[in-house]
T-cell receptor, first 112, second 115 residues
């Protein structure tokens, strides 16, 4: 079983749409949670951290449900520039070392 | 965010040769990691580069094939040895603990093609 599972998509949505991505993780002891964005042929870049209380950054809202081991990302008013792959990332500890676990990514295509 | 310089950005290499990729960070970091990413796939951790000691390798990756150095808290190298076409991939350096940050930051990646 994978540590982090995501729907690979692609999600094809029109500009202005609201789209939601979900992610589940298997290790209940996981410490920190993130969403990263990766553009084609580029490195992943941090989009936002995810907190139990939920957090919002402009059009982006992230939520964490520790009981269900579930993370979500909501994008409102989608822009063409939002087209990318969104990686769900969970940080845990293995043998006293921090380790990041990456989902396979969800591809988003925003169409005019 | 951390400024991470990864070199080379790309290379085309002959099979049987070796390539060393460098990762330089502009500030001391706690952890440095090396990942591989095949086209259309997610990141696979190769190893954690430990300062002053041997790297910690993930299952399926061995030191003879991917020797790693980390002489200090700002620099690491990954060597891909005795390359074959199956080693063609993007290799990414990542750091954690930059100025107290808990998230990971990435270098620009090295796109390797083995012919």
């Amino acid at each position: 079983r994978k540590e982090v599972e995501q729907d690979p998509g692609p999600f094809n949505v029109p500009e202005g749409a609201t789209v939601a991505f979900n992610c589940t993780y298997s290790n209940s002891a996981s410490q920190s949670f993130f969403w990263y964005r990766q553009d084609c042929r580029k490195e992943p870049k941090l989009l936002m951290s995810v907190y139990s209380s939920g957090n919002e950054d402009g059009r982006f809202t992230a939520q964490l449900n520790r009981a269900s081991q579930y993370i979500s990302l909501l994008i409102r008013d989608s822009k063409l520039s939002d087209s990318a792959t969104y990686l769900c990332v969970v940080k845990g500890v293995e043998y006293n070392f921090n380790k990041f676990y990456f989902g396979s990514g969800t591809k988003l295509n925003v169409k005019p | 965010s951390a400024v991470i310089s990864q070199k080379p950005s790309r290379d085309i290499c002959q099979r049987g040769t070796s390539l060393t990729i460098q990762c330089q960070v502009d500030s001391q970091v706690t952890m440095m990691f090396w990942y591989r990413q095949q086209p259309g796939q997610s990141l696979t951790l190769i190893a954690t580069a430990n300062q002053g000691s041997e790297a910690t390798y993930e299952s399926g990756f061995v030191i003879d094939k991917f020797p790693i150095s980390r002489p200090n808290l700002t620099f690491s190298t990954l060597t891909v040895s005795n390359m074959s076409p199956e080693d063609s991939s993007i290799y990414l350096c990542s750091v954690e603990g930059f100025r107290g940050h808990t998230e990971a930051f990435f270098g620009q990646g090295t796109r390797l093609t083995v012919v």
